[in-house]
């Protein structure tokens, strides 16, 4: 059975697993992407084929932000990581590795996990919201993955939410963080989105209050996409899926829209945080048929 090496790239950290072809993931790690650095990235990758699993994959399954053509693996903008625009990224792992290699949408290969093997197996048109660094989404329509002309369906992250403030710049994890390290004067850089969730369960005042504007601005967002596309169900991924409250958190905050009788379906990804992983290896492999 054909084996993948699987990387999620993210604009803070960069996820990595080996993914059988029947999607179990054997074997994962991470590590830092020095803030969105492209060229630490690929020296990272260079590491991962080279040293430890050149041996054992038959394949290299990239998932990245920016807006991706997957069919040529062409990264034409880079999102998080700038450094990608415009490269041939498929092209040049390809004959860096002499192995088969795929580019695709971070958030579409969260969503193509969900189809393959979670929650939305059985479901012919829903929305995958990833929220990270930044907000990056996807779209099935009547079980087809809508694209776009130039490649940016479900770049949610710049829908304007609030007056000129986009969905990034209210709801995304960079976000949050930022605004934290504003209001004590340090450096996001030193700190994760977890240390913020811990200060409010202490009580502490400041980060209750953006949490809480961040889970305001999300249910807009969720609410928005709910009413333009109709889907049967949104599941929402990335980092902060992965606590165990937050569904509930933001149905608290899509109850403000129970006057117009509502009933917006939304839980996390089934694969939670290695969505990326298992969605780029399940592209991988169907591109191969």
Same mark, same amino acid.
């Given at each position: 059975?054909?084996?993948?090496?699987? *990387?999620?790239? =993210?604009?803070?950290?960069?996820?990595?697993?080996?993914?059988?072809?029947?999607?179990?993931?054997?074997?994962? =790690?991470?590590?830092?992407?020095?803030?969105?650095?492209?060229?630490?990235?690929?020296?990272?990758?260079?590491?991962? *084929?080279?040293?430890?699993?050149?041996?054992?994959?038959?394949?290299?399954?990239?998932?990245?932000?920016?807006?991706?053509?997957?069919? $040529?693996?062409?990264?034409?903008?880079?999102?998080?990581?700038?450094?990608?625009?415009?490269?041939?990224?498929?092209?040049?792992?390809?004959?860096?590795?002499?192995?088969?290699?795929?580019?695709?949408?971070?958030?579409?290969?969260?969503?193509?996990?969900?189809?393959?093997?979670?929650?939305?197996? $059985?479901?012919?048109?829903?929305?995958?919201?990833?929220?990270?660094?930044?907000?990056?989404?996807?779209?099935?329509?009547?079980?087809?993955?809508?694209?776009?002309?130039?490649?940016?369906?479900?770049?949610?992250?710049?829908?304007?939410? $609030?007056?000129?403030?986009?969905?990034?710049?209210?709801?995304?994890?960079?976000?949050?963080?930022?605004?934290?390290?504003?209001?004590?004067?340090?450096?996001?850089?030193?700190?994760?989105?977890?240390?913020?969730?811990?200060?409010?369960?202490?009580?502490?005042?400041?980060?209750?209050?953006?949490?809480?504007?961040?889970?305001?601005?999300?249910?807009? =967002?969720?609410?928005?996409?709910?009413?333009?596309?109709?889907?049967?169900?949104?599941?929402?991924? =990335?980092?902060?899926?992965?606590?165990?409250?937050?569904?509930?958190?933001?149905?608290?905050?899509?109850?403000?829209?129970?006057?117009?009788?509502?009933?917006?379906?939304?839980?996390?990804?089934?694969?939670?945080? $290695?969505?990326?992983?298992?969605?780029?290896?399940?592209?991988?492999?169907?591109?191969?048929?």
């Amino acid at each position: 059975m054909n084996t993948v090496l699987s *990387v999620d790239i =993210g604009g803070t950290n960069v996820k990595y697993g080996l993914v059988k072809e029947n999607g179990i993931l054997i074997e994962k =790690g991470i590590f830092s992407s020095k803030n969105g650095n492209g060229l630490h990235v690929l020296a990272e990758i260079d590491k991962l *084929v080279q040293a430890k699993y050149q041996d054992a994959i038959s394949g290299i399954a990239i998932s990245t932000p920016g807006f991706i053509d997957a069919k $040529d693996g062409l990264v034409i903008r880079g999102g998080a990581i700038k450094e990608f625009a415009n490269t041939p990224l498929k092209e040049k792992l390809t004959q860096r590795y002499k192995l088969p290699v795929t580019v695709e949408n971070d958030a579409n290969c969260a969503a193509h996990a969900e189809k393959w093997l979670g929650f939305a197996k $059985d479901i012919d048109t829903f929305i995958c919201i990833t929220v990270g660094t930044g907000i990056g989404g996807a779209i099935y329509i009547e079980n087809r993955l809508l694209r776009g002309k130039n490649f940016r369906a479900g770049e949610f992250g710049s829908m304007f939410i $609030d007056g000129h403030r986009n969905w990034n710049s209210l709801s995304s994890l960079k976000s949050l963080r930022q605004k934290y390290a504003r209001h004590h004067s340090m450096s996001d850089i030193n700190f994760s989105t977890e240390e913020i969730f811990s200060k409010k369960e202490t009580g502490e005042f400041y980060s209750s209050l953006i949490i809480s504007d961040f889970y305001k601005y999300l249910a807009y =967002g969720v609410y928005n996409l709910f009413t333009i596309f109709d889907p049967e169900l949104i599941l929402i991924g =990335g980092g902060l899926s992965q606590r165990d409250e937050f569904i509930n958190e933001l149905s608290n905050h899509l109850k403000v829209f129970n006057q117009y009788n509502e009933n917006i379906n939304i839980r996390s990804c089934r694969f939670k945080n $290695d969505a990326g992983i298992i969605g780029a290896a399940y592209f991988h492999f169907k591109s191969l048929l």
